[in-house]
């Protein structure tokens, strides 16, 4: 989650989806070295180079170069991917907490297509408390949870990348005291 905006009656929390800076960087470092192995390849194929860098034109075609134009090719489809991602902001979007109306709603951003745009109403008078999971070692979790009366539990926060300790107990703790709800997991 980012920014919060709050005032007495509505609490709106900004969810980063797929646009880090992680993903970014991914994204450009498999173009670069998709884009170099599909050169390299096509350099092999040609036998005139293509690269500024090195001479893959003397490079037996087969099997090197073919194996460099699918590594080309596999990379590029990541890199282009990755870029997709980004374009589209994949799992961003808001949680908004309305007294006024009496309604929680989780927005996401999908994939393109019918189901594109992801929205989840609930009462709030159905929100059991807030749960916080946290899991440290090789692969961290730090979650937090809407559970609901009929045992259904919504992440609330980003995926990918865990939140510090410190700002999950704060936003768990700001959300629990909003909704008037126990916190749960801490």
Do not use: C, H
Not at 94 to 100: D, Q, V
Not at 125 to 148: F, H, M, T
Not at 168 to 173: D, P, Q, S, Y
């Amino acid at each position: 989650m980012q920014a919060m905006t709050s005032n007495n009656q509505v609490l709106r929390q900004t969810v980063l989806g797929s646009r880090r800076l992680s993903n970014i960087f991914w994204a450009i470092s498999t173009a670069i070295g998709g884009g170099g192995f599909l050169l390299a390849g096509l350099s092999s194929y040609l036998k005139i180079n293509l690269l500024l860098v090195s001479d893959p034109s003397e490079l037996q075609f087969i099997p090197q170069g073919v194996a460099l134009l699918f590594y080309g090719v596999a990379g590029s489809g990541l890199s282009l991917y990755l870029w997709l991602l980004l374009l589209w902001d994949i799992g961003g979007g808001y949680n908004e907490f309305n007294k006024e109306t009496g309604k929680i709603k989780l927005f996401r951003w999908g994939f393109p297509g019918e189901n594109r745009r992801i929205e989840l109403e609930y009462p709030i008078e159905d929100i059991q408390s807030i749960r916080a999971e946290i899991k440290e070692g090789l692969n961290p979790k730090r979650v937090l949870y809407l559970r609901l009366k009929k045992q259904r539990e919504l992440p609330l926060t980003r995926t990918g990348e865990p939140i510090s300790l410190s700002e999950l107990e704060n936003k768990g703790a700001e959300l629990a005291r909003f909704l008037a709800v126990p916190l749960e997991g801490l």
